[in-house]
């Protein structure tokens, strides 16, 4: 797919199990919420897969903002420092929020941004995530809906980059060790 091949090692999760899975979460947040009207907050940039499949799966109306801090750089591994890029446009207070990230892995990104996002008084503030990594217990991070915990290995695809490449990919997949090489 897109050329890619060379570089994947192996698909840890394919486009059918990540579309079965939002398939899940949809049902259930969609009767978690029924009768509300709910703001989907996307992290940019890896987000943006996920939660573009996702609010079409949902069966409520959703409105969607955006938010973008970084954390990574082009690294592999997290830094701690949390930036904001691009703040929400919009006001959310006594809105229903609901934090969509691609993965939690250190789990910095998203409790600096539970805590922002806190103090603007939303209605209710809840996170989905369609990964989590076992490292992201040891920050409390407090997360209602999660699609898969995988294994501490680096993955790309499905919004998720490495050096920016590879988020256009519909699966989760590991790299070939000579690619970080380069
Ligand atoms: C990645 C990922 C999460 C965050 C998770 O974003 O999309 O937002 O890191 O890491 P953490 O739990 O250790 O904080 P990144 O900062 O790479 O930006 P991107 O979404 O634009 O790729
Ligand atoms: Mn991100
Ligand atoms: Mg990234």
């Known amino acids: ?14 486009e059918e199990q990540i ?20 703001l989907l ?8 897969l996920f939660m573009s499949d996702f609010a079409r799966a ?6 969607m903002e955006f938010m973008a801090v970084s954390s990574y750089g082009s690294a592999t591994s997290s ?3 949390v930036r904001i890029l691009k703040d929400l446009d919009r006001d959310i207070s006594d809105r229903h929020v609901l934090v969509i990230e691609d993965i939690i ?26 990964l989590r990594k076992p490292d992201a217990v040891k920050v409390d991070v407090p997360v209602r809906y999660i699609g898969f915990d995988i294994p501490n290995e ?3 695809g499905y919004g998720l980059d490495y050096a920016e490449r590879y988020r256009d990919l519909p699966y989760i997949a590991t790299l070939r060790p000579e690619v970080y090489a380069n």
Not at 1 to 14: A, E, F, K, R
Not at 41 to 48: E, H, N, S, T, Y
Not at 58 to 63: A, D, S
């Open 58 to 63: 949902l069966q409520l109306p959703t409105q």
């Open 79 to 81: 830094s701690g420092v």
């Open 41 to 48: 907050v996307g992290v940019l940039k890896g987000a943006v």
């Open 19 to 38: 579309q079965a899975k939002i398939g899940e979460l949809a049902a259930r947040i969609g009767a978690d919420y029924a009768g509300k009207e709910v």
């Open 105 to 130: 892995d250190s789990g910095l990104t998203l409790s600096w941004l539970l805590k922002n996002l806190g103090g603007r008084r939303p209605a209710s503030l809840e996170v989905c995530a369609l």
């Open 1 to 14: 797919h897109h050329g890619y091949g060379p570089d994947i090692d192996h698909v840890l999760l394919s």
């Open 154 to 156: 680096f993955v790309v």
